[in-house]
């Protein structure tokens, strides 16, 4: 009884852990996303559908898209939610994310046995940085995870459902999501429910029937609605560009980089501490040398209009109070004007760091690169299926007997089928950015991996530990390096204490709920679609359509302004074809859209790909200017010619029609 009693508390004390841990990755990720926000320009493509369908629009019937039904629709009630800020958008997807690092920890830990590997792998996946439009991925392969290891631990009804609802789910989000966990499924119930007694193949066949049953008929809606609107033939047919895309097989080989004549050991110079001096207009170059000179004020940058940084090599009282009160000095920063003398603010850890050269330390910056973190998680992405396939077959050999359903076979073979699939599928030709999206499932299977062979009734257990821990810590450093960890982790604000974290959210909440969104735009990368979203704005009617012959989803969203032709973006290889291009120009006909932007850099590629679009543009618009907007990117500016102006937006000498 007593051991019984004993069992049963560890259990519990057992799942209490697990989940108390799940909740600790849930928050750490959560606030660590939050205070590292950022959008890149794929994530208005969805946002800039959203807007559609806040104006009554309805995907396929209204405007292309390639089946992220429910992706949009998340976006459209995100933004309905906040008021069209970027704050719902930011909320929802870094809640998927970070949900999605909860289950990595949960499903790690119990194939592994092990809180310790558990804990390494999510923060592993954490530290990938997956961008927050790619919510869908990082969330649903783990949930469909954690889902079948239920159903095998209990196989019911019920949980099959409850798979099929999640492949249901995946499919709304995106076609081939569904597509990877449907095959997966579909390996985890060959294991299950192999023939080994005298059932034969019925438990199998009537598993993989209901998986299938449940999911179409959760998905009938949908198909109803595409048959009605354009016919499921004519559907499929405009997606077969993108499936021919996603199921092309591409090896790369990235290399790996070594520099053997770099130091071993490099130290950091100590980071210069810098005041801010801004001149008055009419200092000239001259005199604001002559007095650089005088105030001690050395290595100076530019900073902003008369705004210069310096170093300051005489800190004397009366030398800093003579700087602030000299009358070509506007105003400074980084100066107690009372007291005379610097008050620049540091954080603790910059200043241990100016006086500790082992916190500059960059060890192996020859060999510990970017590049080569790049190509060691690329590498260990192809090789981990490889090496559970050869772990599940050396323990299932040296144990000398079947695996029973304790030993969660059929879920492994499950992340082995899934992971090689979207190893090739997903990351394709461009890791560099792909990786992150299927860095959970590959955490999940690696923490099992791990699990094994750290077992110590097994043979060589030293030498599989160190073998272990060896590949553990580089695949973490790599995670690290490839999401640039460092960085974020000192624009969290941490390392400046609670008065920096406390900063750095309001900086953030207040750029994610700034209305209108273009009021808060401030990425400098941005410049020219920035001045070309606010003359949209002024000068075109909320009504008025864009057409943007490239790739630049960011301007519609700023700009608030629905998108033309039903075509966010004229991208080779998507809704490219004769169809979808007259499709395109019969939207354009009834619609107005006085406006039309070509980014000069894709302009080759987007004629070539959409011939017939281009000739449409090229017979009813004019070109009005093409200019970089004191950008790096240049960009065409076309208008219709049957649209007359009513005046001109001086800032830009462009046409205004409103």
Same mark, same amino acid.
Request: aromatic share 12%.
């Given at each position: 009884?007593?051991?019984?009693?004993?069992?049963?508390?560890?259990?519990?004390?057992?799942?209490?852990?697990?989940?108390?841990?799940?909740?600790?990755?849930?928050?750490?990720?959560?606030?660590?996303?939050?205070?590292?926000?950022?959008?890149?320009?794929?994530?208005?493509?969805?946002?800039?559908?959203?807007?559609?369908?806040?104006?009554?629009?309805?995907?396929?019937?209204?405007?292309?898209?390639?089946?992220?039904?429910?992706?949009?629709?998340?976006?459209?009630?995100?933004?309905?939610?906040?008021?069209?800020?970027?704050?719902?958008?930011?909320?929802?997807?870094?809640?998927?994310?970070?949900?999605?690092?909860?289950?990595?920890?949960?499903?790690?830990?119990?194939?592994?046995?092990?809180?310790?590997?558990?804990?390494?792998?999510?923060?592993?996946?954490?530290?990938?940085?997956?961008?927050?439009?790619?919510?869908?991925?990082?969330?649903?392969?783990?949930?469909?995870?954690?889902?079948?290891?239920?159903?095998?631990?209990?196989?019911?009804?019920?949980?099959?459902?409850?798979?099929?609802?999640?492949?249901?789910?995946?499919?709304?989000?995106?076609?081939?999501?569904?597509?990877?966990?449907?095959?997966?499924?579909?390996?985890?119930?060959?294991?299950?429910?192999?023939?080994?007694?005298?059932?034969?193949?019925?438990?199998?066949?009537?598993?993989?029937?209901?998986?299938?049953?449940?999911?179409?008929?959760?998905?009938?809606?949908?198909?109803?609605?595409?048959?009605?609107?354009?016919?499921?033939?004519?559907?499929?047919? *405009?997606?077969?560009?993108?499936?021919?895309?996603?199921? /092309?097989? %591409?090896? $790369?080989?990235? #290399? &790996?980089?070594? !520099?053997? @004549?770099?130091?071993?050991?490099?130290?950091?110079?100590?980071?210069?501490?810098?005041?801010?001096?801004?001149?008055?207009?009419?200092?000239?170059?001259?005199?604001?040398?002559?007095?650089?000179?005088?105030?001690?004020?050395?290595?100076?940058?530019?900073?902003? *209009?008369?705004?210069?940084?310096?170093?300051?090599?005489? /800190?004397? %009282?009366? $030398?800093?109070? #003579? &700087?602030?009160? !000299?009358? @070509?000095?506007?105003?400074?920063?980084?100066?107690?004007?009372?007291?005379?003398?610097?008050?620049?603010?540091?954080?603790?850890?910059?200043?241990?760091?100016?006086?500790?050269?082992?916190?500059?330390?960059?060890?192996?910056?020859?060999?510990?690169?970017?590049?080569?973190?790049?190509?060691?998680?690329?590498?260990?992405?192809?090789?981990?299926?490889?090496?559970?396939?050869?772990?599940?077959?050396?323990?299932?050999?040296?144990?000398?007997?079947?695996?029973?359903?304790?030993?969660?076979?059929?879920?492994?073979?499950?992340?082995?089928?899934?992971?090689?699939?979207?190893?090739?599928?997903?990351?394709?030709?461009?890791?560099?950015?792909?990786?992150?999206?299927?860095?959970?499932?590959?955490?999940?299977?690696?923490?099992?991996?791990?699990?094994?062979?750290?077992?110590?009734?097994?043979?060589?257990?030293?030498?599989?530990?160190?073998?272990?821990?060896?590949?553990?810590?580089?695949?973490?450093?790599?995670?690290?390096?490839?999401?640039?960890?460092?960085?974020?982790?000192?624009?969290?604000?941490?390392?400046?204490?609670?008065?920096?974290?406390?900063?750095?959210?309001?900086?953030?909440?207040?750029?994610?709920?700034?209305?209108?969104?273009?009021?808060?735009?401030?990425?400098?990368?941005?410049?020219?679609?920035?001045?070309?979203?606010?003359?949209?704005?002024?000068?075109?009617?909320?009504?008025?359509?864009?057409?943007?012959?490239?790739?630049?989803?960011?301007?519609?969203?700023?700009?608030?302004?629905?998108?033309?032709?039903?075509?966010?973006?004229?991208?080779?290889?998507?809704?490219?074809?004769?169809?979808?291009?007259?499709?395109?120009?019969?939207?354009?006909?009834?619609?107005?859209?006085?406006?039309?932007?070509?980014?000069?850099?894709?302009?080759?590629?987007?004629?070539?790909?959409?011939?017939?679009?281009?000739?449409?543009?090229?017979?009813?618009?004019?070109?009005?200017?093409?200019?970089?907007?004191?950008?790096?990117?240049?960009?065409?500016?076309?208008?219709?010619?049957?649209?007359?102006?009513?005046?001109?937006?001086?800032?830009?000498?462009?046409?205004?029609?409103?």
């Amino acid at each position: 009884m007593v051991n019984v009693l004993e069992r049963s508390w560890a259990a519990v004390t057992s799942r209490i852990s697990v989940w108390a841990g799940a909740l600790l990755a849930f928050a750490t990720a959560f606030a660590y996303r939050w205070l590292t926000v950022n959008f890149t320009n794929d994530q208005f493509v969805p946002l800039a559908r959203a807007q559609h369908i806040l104006r009554g629009e309805l995907p396929v019937r209204d405007f292309f898209d390639p089946g992220v039904f429910l992706q949009n629709y998340t976006s459209a009630a995100a933004l309905s939610l906040s008021g069209g800020t970027l704050l719902g958008e930011a909320a929802s997807t870094i809640f998927f994310i970070s949900l999605g690092a909860a289950l990595t920890y949960v499903m790690a830990t119990r194939l592994a046995r092990s809180w310790i590997i558990g804990a390494a792998a999510t923060a592993t996946a954490v530290a990938t940085f997956p961008r927050l439009y790619n919510y869908p991925k990082v969330f649903l392969f783990v949930l469909a995870i954690a889902c079948a290891w239920r159903h095998q631990r209990a196989p019911t009804r019920g949980s099959l459902c409850v798979i099929a609802a999640v492949t249901a789910v995946a499919f709304l989000f995106r076609y081939d999501l569904a597509v990877y966990i449907g095959v997966s499924v579909i390996a985890f119930l060959a294991v299950l429910h192999w023939p080994r007694s005298g059932a034969g193949w019925r438990p199998l066949a009537f598993s993989l029937g209901w998986y299938g049953g449940v999911t179409i008929v959760l998905l009938l809606p949908l198909l109803f609605f595409i048959q009605s609107v354009v016919g499921i033939p004519r559907y499929l047919a *405009g997606l077969s560009s993108q499936a021919r895309e996603i199921t /092309t097989l %591409r090896v $790369n080989v990235p #290399a &790996l980089r070594f !520099d053997w @004549a770099a130091p071993l050991v490099l130290i950091d110079p100590p980071t210069e501490r810098r005041i801010h001096v801004r001149w008055k207009t009419g200092v000239g170059e001259e005199e604001r040398r002559q007095r650089e000179q005088k105030y001690g004020l050395s290595r100076p940058i530019a900073d902003e *209009g008369t705004t210069f940084s310096y170093m300051v090599t005489n /800190t004397d %009282r009366d $030398n800093i109070s #003579a &700087l602030v009160a !000299d009358p @070509a000095v506007d105003d400074t920063n980084g100066i107690d004007r009372e007291r005379g003398e610097l008050a620049i603010r540091e954080s603790p850890f910059r200043r241990a760091q100016r006086s500790i050269p082992l916190l500059r330390m960059d060890l192996a910056p020859g060999v510990l690169t970017f590049t080569n973190a790049v190509a060691w998680l690329y590498y260990a992405t192809l090789a981990l299926p490889i090496l559970a396939v050869a772990t599940l077959i050396g323990r299932r050999l040296y144990s000398h007997a079947a695996l029973d359903r304790a030993d969660d076979r059929a879920t492994v073979v499950m992340l082995i089928t899934l992971c090689a699939i979207v190893g090739q599928s997903l990351v394709r030709e461009s890791p560099e950015t792909r990786l992150p999206d299927i860095a959970a499932p590959m955490a999940v299977l690696g923490a099992w991996v791990a699990g094994v062979w750290i077992r110590r009734d097994m043979r060589h257990f030293r030498a599989r530990m160190a073998a272990t821990l060896a590949f553990g810590c580089v695949t973490l450093w790599s995670a690290a390096a490839f999401g640039e960890l460092g960085g974020r982790f000192v624009t969290t604000g941490v390392l400046a204490g609670r008065g920096g974290v406390q900063e750095r959210f309001e900086k953030v909440n207040e750029y994610l709920g700034t209305s209108p969104p273009i009021d808060g735009w401030y990425d400098n990368g941005s410049v020219a679609l920035r001045t070309l979203a606010q003359w949209l704005r002024a000068c075109t009617t909320p009504t008025d359509r864009l057409l943007v012959l490239g790739w630049a989803p960011d301007l519609y969203f700023f700009a608030d302004r629905p998108f033309a032709g039903g075509q966010v973006y004229l991208y080779p290889g998507w809704h490219s074809s004769a169809a979808d291009q007259e499709l395109t120009v019969e939207r354009l006909k009834r619609q107005r859209t006085p406006v039309a932007i070509s980014p000069v850099d894709g302009e080759v590629a987007t004629r070539l790909t959409f011939p017939i679009v281009a000739a449409y543009v090229d017979q009813n618009y004019t070109h009005a200017m093409r200019s970089r907007f004191d950008s790096a990117w240049e960009y065409d500016v076309l208008v219709r010619r049957d649209i007359s102006p009513v005046r001109t937006y001086e800032p830009l000498q462009l046409p205004c029609y409103r």
